[in-house]
Structures are given as structure tokens and as C-alpha cells.
């Protein structure tokens, strides 16, 4: 045994203070002769004894308290020798396979691979976006068939940049306390998925990882890209050709022709003028050509369908409108009057207008209200109907703080900091969902779905002797971004298989082309980041605005189309600074022939049972009374 920080014991020279409090306590005065008690009867002290031997265990028991905490500091280790005609034990495996798009043109040799590797006591995983977990740590044979059936190629891109991070963290949690474990990467590592550094390779790895290459150089064409103007097709390691393309709307042929791709070059096709339209325009670029990857061989894309950039403007109030003109000038929109036919609204202060502001959001309206005076004499909010508490007088003025960190219409804005409200409408139950408010705690700008629709309220009014807001700058920004928002223009519209995303808050549902839906409750909230691993388009359902159907197009990552892989020199380079690190448990590890057990742990387990025992001896068993001594004659 050895121990690895011996300074620590410096400290059992505090074992001198429980003795001398003890020496202390024990010690006894001086008996001084007093006259008027030589006529008292002698009587014996076994008492003293009794208390003496008690308080010599109390003692020991302190001192080997402080004894057991200094030796455990001092991190003693049991060396158990290994003899060296003892046959090594048995390495477990885990086998990762990368399952990137790329791994289409090699992937026959993956599975023989990974086959051959899954023998003994292993574990199957497959790495592409994620890293899922397809076989438990097992020495069963059924179960590594049953993983390699479930091993299949997908579309979504890996990183090698802390890859081998992430596998150690799974392979601390597959194997037990000393158990010697390798990783076995199997992959065509793309020179493209690298990271700029060479330590991101080999960031986090705590067990050796055995390389397993699979160079495949084949060339490749892809769709580079693909929006409303053009399509661009781009070869790699590839001649020159003539290639058939195809590019449907809506799954209508829309053109169809052979672009000519020089010699590891790329080629633009212009698209046809398409008109955005009133509902989303699905793009779709077919490559007819046999290559060494099928999947970047389509393209999809969204045109989004056309936004008028009108806004309906309802004001009680003139005065208040010239903040909002003023807005909507500066982003662009225009002003359609009071028509409720269908366009986003703004509304000050409504009172002639309620009623039909409330049936517009019943059919699936959307609406950014404002408060002001009307509200104040209902007493209630506008459209929310919430109770106003009191009427509030003009202040010196409260700060808005940021209710909702995580809500896109709030992620979009800054400057709030120079908005002063002096007056509010307090309401004592929100009622919906809070994004703002002040510094006293108060509701400032409220989300509610009403009907169908979706409405943000603000507490407060335009007016000068209300708030600054219409005066500062954030509030051109902000009416841009809730006309957006309320517009359903924040629903993403394109992803790369695999990415991670946000949606909004609210209702969403992604539904796939055979009508299932994707979403889990807490994800289709906007709770969760949503993730789709398949190209395509995606139809959007929310409950926000009343828009009806939005599509989202998703794309292999371009990335898995350059299938060129790592030099040589670089995949040695990365083994060799792999293959040195130790394949147990960094708990208990077995070097040169010795296994070092850490016996902190267990000291420190008895350190708490002496912590236990010792306020039981001292407070325990109380002294019985000491028996009458023998008479002086």
C-alpha cells in the first residue's frame, strides 16, 4: 500500500487536542482540610472509575475520528500484484458504426465489419447525428444479430470534433469498475467532417479506439443547391457529363432537361419566374445519374407563399396612430384601414371595433392590441376580458424586464432598457402566457390563443403619458417582428437532416408525407428541439395565426457529399495518439502488472459510522448512583 498525498497526515497532530480536553476534564483539585467535616461518615467513590473508563472510550473514539479523516485525505492505495502467469482478462468491445449519409457506397463493408467485431462481451452503436445505442453490453450472440438488423444508413451528417468524448462517456456507463474496454470506430472518415484542429479528435477519449477506414474515393455528383431562381449541380472527383434533371412544383413537372457538369466542376440551371402564391410552393430537383451517393441527388425547397405586407389598423385614438403609421413605414407594410378580411391587425385602445376584433380572432385572426383609457373605465383588458385590479397613477416611470427568455418574438428584439412606462393596467390572474413585464412584477405584454387565433396584449398605452415606447426605436423592430411572428413567417421553411430545431411556442405538429405525425406533446410546445432525419418535405400545422399549411424542406447535409476521406498520415497520426491510453476503468486501472485500489472511498464510509458513535457514547448511558462507602470509626 502507498499513499498518494502523504502530507495530509502532518494533520494527526491534532489528535494532542482531544487528549488534552480529556486530560483536562479528568484532572482533580487539591483537597483542602475543612474542620467541620472530620464528624462525616467515609464513603467509597467507584463512581469516579466508572466515569473515568467511560470518557477514555470517548476518547479513543474522537481520536480515531480525526485519524481516519487525515488518512483519508492522504488517499491510501492497495497494490494487488498480478502474477505474470495469469492469463490477461478479456477486453470488451464497442463497436461504433458511423451511419452518416456517406456510408452509402461502403456500406456492405460496414456491416461485415462490424459483424466480425461483435464477438465476446461487446456493445453495438450507431453514430450519426446522435449517438443511439443499439446493443447492450452482452456476450449473446442473438442480440448482436438482433442490433445488426437494426444498424441501417441514414441521411443526417456526424462531427469528429469530441466524437471519441461522447463514446467514453457511453462506454463508462456499459461496463463495470475495472472492466478493460476498447472502441472500435468504423467509418469512411470524411476529410469534410473534420475538425479545424487536430485535438478535437481525440478531445474526452478515455478509452484506446481502434481506427477502421473505409476509403472509398468514388466520385460523386450532388445538388449543390436548389432555390426559386436556379439549381446548381456540382461533380467531385468526377468527368465531365451530361445529366438528366427533372424539377417538379407541387409535383408537377416544371421543367425538364440535361445539364452539362465539366470535370470536377459545377453548373447553374436558371429555373423558370414562379409567382409566390397564396399557399407554400414545394420545389423538388431530381439528378438521374448513378453514382457512388444516392441521396444528395435530390433536392427539395419552399417557396414561401406571398405576404402582402398589409396590416389592418383599428384606433380609437388618432393620436396613438402616429406611431404605428410611422412603423409600418420604416418595415415597409402598408395600412389596409379597418378591413378584417384576413390581414394581421393592430389595435389601440379598441372599443367601437371589440367585438369584431373578437369574432376576427374567433375564425383564426391574429392581433397586436394595445390598452389605454377604454380599458381603463371596463375595468377589463381589451379582447383578454382580464380584470383590471386598480387603476394605476402616472409614476416615475418602471423598467420592462424580459419574462420569456426562450420566445422567438423576444429572442429577435433588444433595447427595452430605455422604455419607461409610468402608466399599466395590473390584472391579478395573467390568463395567458407572460413575455414581459415590469419592475414591480406586473404583467406587461401577455400571449393568449383565442379561438382559432392569437393575440399578444400589451397593459399599457401609446399614449406620451403612458409609456415612451412609441418613441424609442425597439418599437419599429418590434412591430416588425410580431407582424412576422403573428404571420407564422418564424416556422422554419428549411433544416439539414438531422439538425437541431427550435420551433415556436404554441401547438406545431410536423406531419410526414404518409400523414403520421413526428412530434412528441412536449416538442410540438416548442418544449423540446425538434430534429428530422429524413429529406423531404414536411408539412407545418400550427395553431398560431390560422394560416392554414406551411412545408419545411429538409436536405442532406453537402458536407456528406465530398466523399473524400483523411489523408493517410493524418488517420495514422490519430491512431497513434489513441492507441496509448489505458483500456480499464480510470477508477481502478491495472498498470505495469499492479492493481491500484483507492481505498478513500471506504475510509471515508468509516469515518461516518465513527461520526455516528461518537455523540451515542458521549450522551448514551447516564451513571448509576455510587454505593454508600464504609463507615470512619
Known amino acids: 500500500m502507498f499513499l498518494a498525498s502523504a502530507g495530509f497526515l502532518t494533520a494527526l497532530v491534532l489528535l494532542a487536542l482531544p487528549w488534552w480536553l480529556h486530560r483536562r476534564e479528568s484532572a482533580s483539585t487539591t483537597p483542602q482540610p475543612v474542620a467541620s467535616l472530620y464528624l462525616l461518615r467515609e464513603a467509597s467513590e467507584p463512581r469516579a472509575r466508572r466515569r473515568v473508563l467511560r470518557y477514555r472510550w470517548l476518547l479513543l473514539l474522537r481520536a480515531a475520528l480525526l485519524s481516519v479523516l487525515a488518512i483519508a485525505f492522504a488517499q491510501p492505495v492497495l497494490e494487488r500484484f498480478i502474477s505474470s502467469d495469469s492469463a490477461p482478462a478479456a477486453v470488451s468491445r464497442l463497436v461504433v458504426v458511423d451511419v452518416s449519409a456517406s456510408m452509402t457506397a461502403v456500406w456492405d463493408q460496414a456491416r461485415v465489419q462490424a459483424e466480425d467485431l461483435l464477438t465476446g462481451r461487446a456493445a453495438l452503436v450507431g453514430a450519426g447525428a446522435r449517438l443511439e445505442l443499439l446493443t447492450q453490453m452482452t456476450e449473446d450472440p442473438a442480440a448482436h444479430q438482433a442490433g445488426l438488423r437494426d444498424l441501417a444508413v ?13 463514446l467514453s462517456s457511453i462506454a463508462d456507463s456499459l461496463v ?21 484542429r487536430f485535438n478535437g479528435l481525440i478531445a474526452g477519449a478515455t478509452r484506446p479506439v481502434v481506427l477502421h ?27 465531365a457529363a451530361d445529366l438528366p434533371v427533372q424539377i417538379f412544383a407541387d409535383d408537377e413537372l416544371l421543367l425538364a432537361r440535361d445539364v452539362t457538369v465539366a470535370a470536377d ?32 441527388n435530390v433536392g427539395f425547397y419552399v417557396i414561401p407563399q406571398a405576404s402582402e405586407q398589409r396590416v389592418t389598423v383599428l384606433a380609437d385614438v388618432a393620436a396613438q396612430q402616429v406611431y404605428v403609421d410611422a412603423a409600418l413605414a420604416a418595415i415597409g407594410w402598408e395600412s389596409a384601414g379597418d378591413d378584417l378580411s384576413g390581414y394581421p391587425v393592430i389595435a389601440l385602445d379598441p ?99 383565442t379561438g382559432r387565433g392569437r393575440v399578444l396584449v400589451f397593459t399599457t398605452s401609446l399614449a406620451p403619458d403612458w409609456t415612451n415606447l412609441g418613441a424609442m426605436p425597439v418599437f419599429v423592430n418590434l412591430v416588425a417582428v410580431a407582424l412576422e ?13 438531422g439538425q437541431r430545431l427550435m420551433l415556436p411556442p404554441g401547438n406545431t405538429q410536423i406531419i410526414a408525407a404518409d400523414g403520421s405525425r413526428m412530434l412528441t406533446l412536449q416538442q410540438s410546445q416548442g418544449l423540446e428541439p425538434v430534429s428530422i432525419a429524413t429529406p423531404g418535405h414536411f408539412e407545418l400545422r400550427s395553431t398560431a395565426g390560422g394560416q392554414g399549411r406551411r412545408y419545411l424542406a429538409v436536405n442532406v447535409s453537402t458536407l456528406e457529399s465530398a466523399l473524400t476521406s483523411l489523408p493517410p498520415a493524418q488517420l495514422d497520426r490519430w491512431q497513434s495518439a489513441l492507441a496509448g491510453i489505458d483500456s480499464a476503468s480510470p477508477v481502478a486501472q491495472t498498470v505495469d502488472g499492479r492493481f491500484d485500489l483507492p481505498l478513500a472511498p471506504w475510509l471515508l464510509l468509516v469515518l461516518l459510522l465513527v461520526a455516528l458513535l461518537e455523540p451515542i457514547v458521549a450522551n448514551g448511558i447516564p451513571f448509576r448512583a455510587a454505593p454508600a462507602g464504609r463507615a470512619v470509626r
Open 213 to 239: 477506414p473505409l476509403n472509398s474515393r468514388s466520385g460523386n455528383w450532388f445538388i449543390e443547391s436548389l432555390n426559386a431562381d436556379n439549381l446548381i449541380v456540382r461533380g467531385l472527383g468526377t468527368a
Open 485 to 497: 411572428y403573428l404571420n407564422e413567417a418564424m416556422l422554419p421553411v428549411e433544416a439539414i437532416a
Open 351 to 449: 372599443r367601437a371595433a371589440a367585438e369584431a376584433l373578437g369574432n376576427y380572432l374567433e375564425n383564426g385572426g391574429r392581433a397586436l392590441v394595445f390598452s389605454g383609457n377604454n380599458a381603463r373605465s371596463a375595468r377589463r383588458l381589451p379582447v383578454l376580458e382580464n380584470p383590471v385590479v386598480a387603476s394605476v397613477a402616472p409614476s416615475t416611470g418602471q423598467r420592462i424586464r424580459i419574462a420569456d427568455q426562450n420566445h422567438p418574438l423576444l429572442q429577435a428584439l433588444s433595447g427595452w432598457e430605455d422604455v419607461l412606462v409610468y402608466q399599466h393596467l395590473p390584472v391579478s390572474e395573467p390568463g395567458g402566457r407572460v413575455l414581459l413585464r415590469l419592475d414591480d412584477g406586473s404583467p406587461f405584454l401577455l400571449e393568449r390563443e
Open 154 to 166: 441514414s441521411a443526417e451528417s456526424v462531427s469528429f470534433d469530441g466524437l471519441l468524448g461522447r
Open 265 to 296: 466542376g459545377r453548373t447553374a440551371l436558371p429555373l423558370p419566374r414562379i409567382e409566390a402564391g397564396r399557399h407554400d410552393i414545394r420545389l423538388t430537383a431530381r439528378l438521374a445519374v448513378d453514382d457512388a451517393l444516392s441521396a444528395d
Open 176 to 196: 463495470e469498475v475495472g472492466e478493460p474496454l476498447e472502441v472500435h470506430l468504423i467509418s469512411d472518415f470524411q476529410a469534410s467532417r473534420a475538425p479545424e
